[in-house]
């Protein structure tokens, strides 16, 4: 089943709603109108937003925590996000996001939540263009009740999934390598 990349943000986030047992399952529901992602990049003349455009999953899906010390290991399916939902302000700025991105050869950046650490830190698998790198998320969560909702800001290099930067009219403006992924996620979370 393929899903969009907060899935997977939101499994991250999950070992903050409660003590766990050695194994545990839990429902999750995505509040689509709150809940968000961002790609954040810089040029050397100005900087862009892009967003992810895709509707969100709103049917509650489950996942499997195995809690081994310190460390809470995720069970799910690799998690897909359409490389041709994220939009940016100006059409010519996605194209060119999308071209980036190998979208006809890669049509979706593939996420995996590998573990949680310390309660919050998120290990992630992320797959882009067929290069695949891990990456440590330091999250930012406050919970009411069911409710979670979980920020973080994610910074990658373009250049570590074997792409380039683009450059734009002879050369005068070129893309910075490194980009954020911003995101919030907001949640209901459910036993099984």
Not at 123 to 132: D, L, S, T, Y
């Amino acid at each position: 089943m393929r899903v969009s990349i907060l899935h997977i943000l939101l499994i991250t986030v999950l070992s903050f709603s409660s003590a766990y047992s050695q194994s545990e399952k839990k429902r999750v529901k995505i509040n689509t109108q709150s809940s968000y992602v961002e790609i954040h990049g810089t040029t050397n003349v100005n900087s862009f937003n892009c967003h992810y455009n895709a509707k969100l999953p709103e049917n509650e899906f489950e996942v499997k925590l195995i809690k081994k010390g310190e460390v809470i290991e995720i069970q799910h399916e690799a998690l897909f996000l359409k490389v041709l939902s994220f939009k940016c302000p100006h059409p010519q700025m996605t194209d060119d996001l999308h071209d980036l991105l190998e979208y006809e050869n890669y049509p979706f950046i593939i996420f995996q939540l590998k573990k949680i650490s310390n309660n919050k830190i998120a290990h992630i698998m992320i797959e882009m263009a067929g290069e695949k790198q891990f990456y440590k998320v330091n999250l930012n969560n406050s919970l009411d009740n069911n409710q979670l909702v979980s920020n973080a800001i994610m910074e990658l290099c373009i250049s570590d999934f074997g792409l380039k930067a683009p450059e734009k009219f002879f050369g005068m403006v070129k893309v910075n390598e490194n980009i954020e992924v911003e995101f919030k996620i907001d949640m209901n979370i459910y036993d099984k």
